[in-house]
């Protein structure tokens, strides 16, 4: 089933238009989330080597900006408000992904074997059986919620939600988590079908933002997409579906519905060595040769903190002005998703300068720390 046919209204969680704008804030959140992992696996690589996994990565977190984008626009259409820099909006890593068969954490670390595992479990496509819940408890103990498997109090699930170590998707129950992106991609369709249907009923629609707010294609560039304007049902379906479909393909098909490869696909060649082309099936690339050298790749210490700076004061300086830097840009983002989008422009060349940032830290080993680089810590 793709996130277009997504079931009839009725099947909606979402029943208010708070519970929507709490979802796609949500949703915000999740494509945000995979941009540190991304960006951090990225600049690991050693200059002048893994070509193809530098373009590989590098394409899907210019594409996890589309993302954001698309998701703000679906937010403001309905009259939500975008906030990329509330408290929290950032999580903590490492953070564990309520998306998938199991629970799984995201770390911050260079690019190996175990990063690219884990960005497979991300864009991993998984659809829920006919009859199937598509909202998933998770294990409590694993996640040390609770010492005996119980379910949690209200207020431990909130401090959980708080602390930025589980990146909840369902609002007001952190812990439950969905089959896949996909997945709650098409809870959020369903919402939006449920609730412009009931208020088409009353003569009245959802759609009450203001057109001004919307990011149009002019103000973003990704190479893997355009940006869609959100005026209604219809075009916000394309937005959340073109999200979705990016991430984890058409139909269960390696390409999306603009034939391109998606993230799990373009993931997948790492892994295998191989390119896909057009006639391959999934898990079966058939392309040209994929060279991956996995020991070009700077040491960064995984989920590295401000605090393993301590005895390298510059180091920590710099990682210091990277967060800031790093705050600027959201900040910047967060002005585009709210009334002026001509600073996302801005904004991505902000990125390239953060870039910058990031190789002064990624390319200095640490005292008392043998064999460890230093890296960007995200702490905000």
């Keep these: 089933m793709s996130v277009s046919e997504a079931e009839p209204s009725q099947d909606s969680k979402i029943q208010t238009i708070e519970e ?118 998770m294990d409590w103990a ?8 119980a379910a949690p109090s209200a207020e431990k699930l909130a401090e959980v939600e708080q602390s930025g170590t589980v990146l909840g998707l369902v609002p007001g129950e952190p812990t439950q988590r969905f089959l896949s992106i996909g997945e709650f991609y098409e809870e959020i369709i369903r919402g939006i079908n449920h609730l412009e249907d009931q208020a088409r009923t009353a003569g009245t629609t959802i759609f009450t933002g203001d057109p001004a707010r919307q990011v149009s294609p002019e103000y973003f560039y990704s190479g893997g997409g355009d940006v869609i304007e959100v005026t209604g049902r219809d075009t916000a379906v394309a937005a959340l579906t073109l999200v979705a479909e990016q991430g984890e393909g058409l139909y269960g098909g390696i390409f999306d519905s603009q034939d391109e490869i998606a993230h799990y696909y373009r993931f997948q060649q790492l892994k295998k060595g191989r390119y896909y082309q057009k006639g391959d099936a999934p898990d079966a690339p058939t392309g040209p040769v994929l060279h ?89």
């Design 20 to 137: 929507l704008h709490e979802y796609l804030y949500k949703g915000l959140q999740l494509e945000h989330a995979t941009l540190p992992p991304y960006l951090t696996a990225l600049y690991s690589l050693q200059p002048g080597k893994n070509a193809d996994a530098w373009h590989v990565i590098r394409v899907v977190a210019v594409e996890e900006m589309l993302h954001l984008t698309l998701v703000a626009n679906v937010l403001n259409a309905v009259g939500g408000t975008p906030d990329l820099t509330k408290s929290g909006f950032v999580p903590r890593y490492p953070t564990h992904l309520p998306c998938g068969p199991d629970h799984f954490e995201v770390h911050l670390r260079p690019f190996s074997h175990e990063a690219l595992d884990t960005f497979l479990m991300i864009e991993k496509p998984a659809q829920a059986k006919a009859g199937e819940d598509r909202f998933v408890p």
């Design 142 to 149: 694993a996640l040390g919620v609770t010492s005996d498997g």
């Design 292 to 380: 991956v050298d996995w020991s070009a790749v700077y040491p960064v210490k995984p989920d590295i903190k401000l605090a393993d700076l301590a005895r390298d004061p510059e180091i920590l300086a710099a990682a210091e002005e990277f967060n800031t830097s790093y705050a600027a840009f959201l900040r910047n983002v967060n002005l585009a998703y709210n009334g002026q989008p001509d600073l996302l422009l801005k904004a991505v060349w902000e990125m390239f300068r953060i870039r910058d940032s990031m190789n002064r830290l990624i390319r200095n080993p640490l005292t008392g720390h043998p064999g460890a680089n230093a890296g960007p810590t995200f702490e905000l």
